[in-house]
C-alpha cells in the first residue's frame, strides 16, 4: 500500500493548520534560526568582500614597504600603524628601482595640509609621490596631466587635485593652471582626479597630490611614510619581496628595521580572519536552528500525544506501522522546510536591507550557505522527527483509540 | 461440522485475552470459540464489563489475543505481522465505533476518502467510490462539512460510509446507536440491516435488547465467556 506523495502533503499540510498557533511558532524558530544564518554569513562575507576589495584597489603585484619591525616576522596589520624607529628616504626608494623585476617605486609621504584660494581654504590630505604613482595605484585623471615625470628630489610647485577641492575652492571657475596655496607655498593646478580613485584610508576626491619632495618641504621631513613598489609580474613579487628587504637592511648598515608585505599576503590575512568571524558566526546561527530542531522534536511528540486517538483511527482504517511514520515525518519536514523557506526569505531581505544602508558592503550570503542550511533544515526535520514517528508507529490500535 | 469450516468466514478457537491489572488478572474474554459464516447478522449483548468491546476489538485486529487461533477468511490472522494485518483492516474489515471518531478538521468527505488513501486508490476512481457511498447514506448534500457541522445521526453515517467504503466483507459496529437519540438510532440500524441484505457479514454490540432481538443471531456474552448463542430466521422489526 503506498500513499501518494500529494496525499501525504495534503494531510500534513490540514494536521499544521489544524493547530495554527502552534505551527506559527514552529516556523518562527525555524525561520528565525535560518533567516539568522543567512543574514550573518551574508554579513561576514561582505566585510570580506569590503576588505578585499579595497586592498585590490591599492594595484597589483605590490609590495609595500614601511618603518618598523613587526615583532613575529610575519604580517601584523597593525604595525602598518606603527610609529617610525628609523627613517625611510627618498634614496631608499630610488635604491629599490635597481631591479630588473621591479616595475615602478613610488614613495609616498601623507600629512595634513590647509589650502587656501582668496578667501576660501580647508584641511585636505596631502599625498606626496611622484608621476608612478598614477600606474601604480590605478588612478585615473579626469583633467590636466598627474605628476609629471622628473628628478624625485626636485620640489617643483605643481598639484593635482581632487575633485571635490576644486568645487570648493574654484567653484565654476576654471581651475587648471591656476594656483593655489598648500601651506605657506603656493602650487600650480596642473590636473584633477575623478572620483574612481578610492582605496583604504584615502578619498582621492578629498586629496592634494603634490611631488614628494615638496611635501617634505611642507611636512619639514627627509622620511617617507611608505614605499610601493610593483613588481613586473606575480611570479616576480616573492623576488621583489626579499630584494626590498636585503636592499634596505644593506642601507640601514644591516638593521632589519623595515616591514616588507606583499599585497597579497595582507589580504589573505584580513581574508583569513573575516573568513574565521563568518564560520565563527555561521556556527553561533547553527546553534539556533539545532534548537529549532529539538523544539520541532517537542511540538511532534506533543502532536503525537495530542493525536493519538487520530493515529488509532488511521491504525483501525487501515494505516501500517511504516505509513503512520511517513505521516509524522512529513508533517515535521514539511513545517521545517516551510519554516527555513520563511526563514531564507526573511534572511535575504535582511542581507538586501544591508547592502541598501551600507552600498560599500557586498552583503551577499554565499549560495554554498543557502543550500546548507537548506538542507540542515530538511535533515533536522527528518532526524527530531523519527523518535515521534517511532512511538506513534507503536501505539496500539485499541489503546490508541480509546485514549481521548 | 468440519466441512462446513471451509465456508467459515469467521473461526475463533479458544481465545483468550487477559489484562495484568496490578496484581489483578482479568479475564476479559476467557476461553471463547465462535465461527461465523458469511453474511450473517450478528447481535451480541451482555452486561457492560463482559467482553463484548474487547472480543469485537479482536475480530478487528485492533487487539491481540493472549491465547487462540482466529481465522478469517480462512487465513489465520493472528499469525500475520503488523504491515498485513493493518492490510487487512483496510480491505476485509469495516468498523464503526460509538464515539463516531471522524477526524473533526476533515470533512465528511475526506473522512470517507481516508481508507482509500491509505490504500493508494488512484484520485478518481476515489470520487468515483466516495459520491455513490454519501449518497446511499442520504449525506450526500454534508460532504463538504465538518464532523462538527453534522448531527450525531449524520455523523455515524459519515462513519458507516467510510467502514464500507472499501468494501469489506464483515462490518463491526461497537454499540453504534450508544450515542444517539431514538430516531436517529433506528435510521443508522435500518442503513446497517440493508447492508447485510447486501450481502454483508454484521457483528454488532448493543445493549438494546430490541435492536438486538432484530438480528438473526444474537450471542448474549457473560464474564468473558459467550453465555448464550440464539438463532432465529429472519430479521426485521419485531
Ligand atoms: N486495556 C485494558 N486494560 C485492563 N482491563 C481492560 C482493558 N480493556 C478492557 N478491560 C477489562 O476487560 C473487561 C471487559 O471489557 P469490555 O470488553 O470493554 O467490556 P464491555 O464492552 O462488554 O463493556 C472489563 O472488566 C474491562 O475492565
Ligand atoms: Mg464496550
Request: charged residues 20%; proline residues 4%; glycine residues 10%.
Amino acid at each position: 500500500m503506498a500513499l501518494h506523495s500529494l496525499d501525504i502533503a495534503r494531510f500534513s499540510w490540514r494536521a499544521l493548520s489544524g493547530y495554527p498557533a502552534r505551527t506559527l511558532l514552529m516556523l518562527l524558530a525555524m525561520a528565525i534560526g535560518v533567516g539568522s544564518v543567512v543574514v550573518l554569513t551574508a554579513l561576514g562575507e561582505g566585510a570580506r568582500g569590503y576588505v578585499t576589495g579595497e586592498f585590490a584597489s591599492l594595484g597589483t603585484n605590490l609590495v609595500i614597504v614601511f618603518p618598523g619591525r613587526s615583532e613575529t616576522g610575519g604580517v601584523n596589520p597593525g604595525a602598518m600603524f606603527n610609529e617610525t624607529p628609523r627613517d625611510l628616504t627618498i634614496d631608499d626608494a630610488l635604491s629599490l628601482t635597481r631591479s630588473a623585476r621591479v616595475r615602478r617605486v613610488a614613495p609616498l609621504n601623507v600629512g595634513s595640509v590647509t589650502v587656501s584660494r582668496g578667501p576660501r581654504s580647508r584641511d585636505v590630505v596631502m599625498l606626496g609621490s611622484t608621476a608612478e604613482m598614477l600606474e601604480i595605484r590605478r588612478w585615473e585623471v579626469r583633467q590636466g596631466n598627474f605628476l609629471p615625470t622628473m628628478d624625485i628630489d626636485r620640489p617643483m610647485p605643481v598639484a593635482v587635485i581632487g575633485s571635490k577641492i576644486r568645487d570648493e575652492l574654484f567653484g565654476p571657475e576654471r581651475a587648471l593652471g591656476e594656483w593655489l596655496r598648500v601651506g605657506d607655498r603656493r602650487f600650480r593646478v596642473i590636473g584633477i582626479m575623478g572620483s574612481e580613485g578610492r582605496s583604504i584610508g584615502v578619498d582621492v576626491e578629498e586629496s592634494i597630490i603634490i611631488p614628494v619632495a615638496a611635501a617634505q618641504q611642507l611636512l619639514n621631513t627627509q622620511s617617507l611614510f611608505r614605499i610601493l613598489v610593483e613588481a613586473r609580474s606575480h611570479e616576480d613579487i616573492a623576488y621583489v619581496r626579499q630584494f626590498a628587504e636585503n636592499t634596505i637592511q644593506a642601507r640601514h648598515q644591516g638593521e632589519k628595521d623595515v616591514t616588507v608585505v606583499t599585497q597579497d599576503a595582507v589580504l589573505s590575512t584580513f581574508d583569513d580572519i573575516l573568513g574565521a568571524l563568518t564560520l565563527a558566526v555561521t556556527g553561533i546561527a547553527a546553534v539556533s536552528l539545532a534548537v529549532a530542531g529539538i523544539l520541532i522534536m517537542n511540538v511532534m511528540l506533543v502532536a503525537v500525544s495530542e493525536r493519538t486517538a487520530e493515529i488509532g483511527l488511521l491504525k483501525a482504517l487501515g494505516a501500517t506501522p511504516g505509513q503512520i511514520q511517513l505521516l509524522i515525518v512529513a508533517e515535521a519536514s514539511l513545517l521545517s522546510i516551510l519554516g527555513a523557506l520563511i526563514g531564507l526569505a526573511l534572511g535575504l531581505a535582511g542581507a538586501m536591507g544591508i547592502r541598501s544602508a551600507l552600498p560599500d558592503l557586498p552583503a551577499f550570503a554565499p549560495s554554498w550557505v543557502i543550500l546548507l542550511v537548506l538542507f540542515t533544515a530538511l535533515i533536522t526535520g527528518l532526524l527530531f522527527s523519527l523518535l515521534p514517528a517511532r512511538n506513534a508507529a507503536a501505539l496500539e490500535p485499541v489503546s490508541a483509540l480509546a485514549r481521548r | 461440522m468440519r466441512e462446513l469450516a471451509t465456508t467459515a468466514m469467521i473461526e475463533l478457537s479458544h481465545i483468550d485475552r487477559h489484562f495484568q491489572v496490578g496484581d489483578q488478572l482479568v479475564k476479559a474474554l476467557d476461553d471463547v470459540s465462535l465461527h461465523i459464516d458469511r453474511g450473517e447478522y450478528i447481535s451480541i449483548m451482555g452486561p457492560s464489563g463482559s467482553g463484548k468491546s474487547t472480543l469485537l476489538n479482536l475480530l478487528g485486529l485492533l487487539d491481540q489475543p493472549t491465547a487462540g487461533t482466529y481465522f478469517l477468511d480462512e487465513v489465520d490472522v493472528t499469525s500475520l505481522d503488523d504491515g498485513q494485518q493493518a492490510h487487512l483492516r483496510n480491505k476485509a474489515i469495516g468498523f464503526v465505533f460509538q464515539m463516531f471518531h471522524l477526524v473533526p478538521r476533515l470533512t465528511a468527505a475526506e473522512n470517507v476518502e481516508l481508507p482509500l488513501v491509505l490504500a493508494g486508490v488512484p484520485v478518481e476512481e476515489r470520487k468515483r467510490l466516495i459520491e455513490p457511498s454519501l449518497e446511499a447514506l442520504g449525506i450526500a448534500e454534508r460532504a463538504h462539512h465538518k464532523p462538527d457541522q453534522l448531527s450525531g445521526g449524520q455523523r455515524q453515517r459519515v462513519a458507516i460510509a467510510r467502514a464500507t467504503v472499501m468494501q469489506p466483507g464483515v462490518l463491526l459496529a461497537d454499540e453504534p446507536t450508544g450515542n444517539l437519540d431514538h430516531k436517529s438510532g433506528e435510521d443508522v440500524i435500518a442503513i446497517l440491516e440493508g447492508l447485510v441484505d447486501q450481502g454483508i457479514t454484521l457483528i454488532m454490540v448493543t445493549h438494546d435488547m430490541d435492536m438486538g432481538r432484530r438480528a438473526t443471531r444474537q450471542l448474549r456474552m457473560m464474564d468473558g465467556r459467550l453465555d448464550q448463542d440464539l438463532r432465529t430466521s429472519n430479521h426485521g422489526p419485531s
